[in-house]
C-alpha cells in the first residue's frame, strides 16, 4: 500500500494530466517510468478506465493476418502436392554405389519405384487434407462478413469513408 500512496503523492497529478491528454495506460507508465500494472492500479482505484477499443481493433486485425497467413500456407501446401505428384510423371534417376568394387552407377527407370510413389501420393494426400481443412475452418458460416464489417470500421476510424459504424 505504501507504493501507491507514494506514487499517488509523487506522479499522480502527472499521470492524472496524461490520462485526461488521452494517453494509454502503457503510454503514461512508460512516460513514468512506473510498471504498466501501477497505472492501471492508480486508475482502478481513482474509478478511471482507458480506452480498449484500439487494442479490440489491434487484436482482431491481428486475427485477420493470422486467418490470411493459414490460407497462404495452405495455398502452398496445395502447390507442394501438385508439384510432388508431377515429379511422378516420366524417368526416374537411380543413383547407387556397390559392387565389388564399389562402384558408382546412374540409370534411369521408366518411373519411379513402388514406395518412392506410395510415400509421394500419402504426402501429397496429408498436404491436401491440410491445406481442405484449413480453408473450410478459415470460410466458416460467416464466410467474409466478419473481415469485410473489420475492414469498414477501420476505414471509418481513420476517415477514410463515412458510415454509421455498422460497416
Not at 491440410?130 to 476510424?157: D, F, H, N
Amino acid at each position: 500500500m505504501a507504493a501507491t500512496g507514494t506514487f499517488r503523492e509523487k506522479r499522480g497529478h502527472e499521470a492524472r494530466a496524461l490520462y485526461d491528454e488521452g494517453f494509454s495506460c502503457n503510454a503514461i507508465a512508460r512516460k513514468l517510468g512506473v510498471g504498466v500494472a501501477t497505472i492501471s492500479r492508480w486508475a482502478k482505484d481513482e474509478g478511471l478506465a482507458f480506452d480498449r477499443s484500439q487494442t479490440a481493433m489491434a487484436v482482431r486485425a491481428h486475427t485477420i493476418d493470422l486467418a490470411e497467413s493459414r490460407l497462404l500456407l495452405a495455398k502452398k501446401l496445395q502447390v507442394a502436392a501438385h508439384d510432388l505428384l508431377d515429379s511422378l510423371d516420366g524417368e526416374y534417376l537411380v543413383y547407387s554405389f556397390g559392387g565389388k568394387d564399389n562402384v558408382y552407377s546412374e540409370h534411369t527407370l521408366d518411373r519411379p519405384p513402388v514406395e518412392v510413389i506410395r510415400n509421394a501420393v500419402t504426402t501429397a494426400g496429408i498436404a491436401f487434407d491440410k491445406a481442405t481443412k484449413v480453408v473450410e475452418a478459415e470460410s466458416g458460416a460467416a464466410g467474409l462478413a466478419p473481415v469485410e464489417s473489420m475492414l469498414g470500421r477501420l476505414a471509418q476510424r481513420f476517415g477514410l469513408i463515412e458510415g454509421d459504424g455498422d460497416a
